[in-house]
């Protein structure tokens, strides 16, 4: 009975495990890695639950032939980025991932409806994560990045190379990159404010530990000299205590006697 109740206590443990994010010496990238993490798990979870939907209900006849491999092959991407935390890559399965997200949604924008699809939205969520898990330098090239391929879709557009035509691309894609641009002068306040805070605070948790660890020193160099101090006397008592020769001690203030050897009684025949 027992034995069958530690099976799914560790299967429990291993889940556990599995699904806790790695810790690292750098906070930095174990603060990175929990962010990355969870978005991949979110994902994962998110993806997996909309294809058993499609199944059950039947929508992969509706929605075409390549929609179930695209989401899968997006699950397998996250979980190999996944893999890639847990043995230590984090910067790198950060920029994969943003990377891929960014190329996904190019892609959705070309063969669906370009500048005027919810692309632009997608673009500043992407260059949101970037500034998270990568820094606000690699946030200023996504939004660049994306200025420039939303000036080529309403390009595309207005020479007739894409399928669908609308009126104004120009002025939908002027409004996108005045987004990407108060999206990235946001993002490069927020996330250079917050690293300065970050700084700051470690150099003030360094200090400290310093302090605790000068104060634990002293702390040990005044047991160590109790110590030798106890011995000292230890070995002064010993000494007074079995030596033949009598010791005493005088006070010079008041000459009064403060230490007699038990010498001095053997020797004169009282206290």
Known sequence: MEQNQNIPDTMCSRIKRMLAPPVFEDEEKTRVAVILGVILWSVVAVLSILIITWLI???????????????????VVAIGLLFLIRYGYVKSAGFVFVAFSWSNITFQAVTSDGVRGSAAIIYMTIMVLA???LGWQVSIGIAFLSALFIWIFAYA???GFM????DGPYEVALEATGMFILTAVFL???????SNALRRARSSEHSLKESN????????????REKALRDSEE?????AENVVD??????????????VSPSVERIVGYT
Do not use: M, W
């Open 188 to 194: 490069t306040l927020t996330t250079t404010g917050l």
């Open 235 to 239: 070995r002064f008592r010993l000494l």
């Open 213 to 224: 660890r000068a104060l634990q020193q002293n702390l040990e160099h005044l047991a160590q």
């Open 246 to 259: 009598y010791i005493c001690i005088l006070d010079p203030n008041d000459l009064r006697f403060i230490y």
């Open 131 to 133: 500034s998270l898990l």
């Open 157 to 159: 557009e207005q020479i």
């Open 57 to 75: 209900s039947g929508k992969p006849h509706e929605l075409g032939p390549y929609a179930i491999v695209a989401n899968t092959f997006i699950i």
């Open 163 to 166: 399928s669908f035509q609308l």
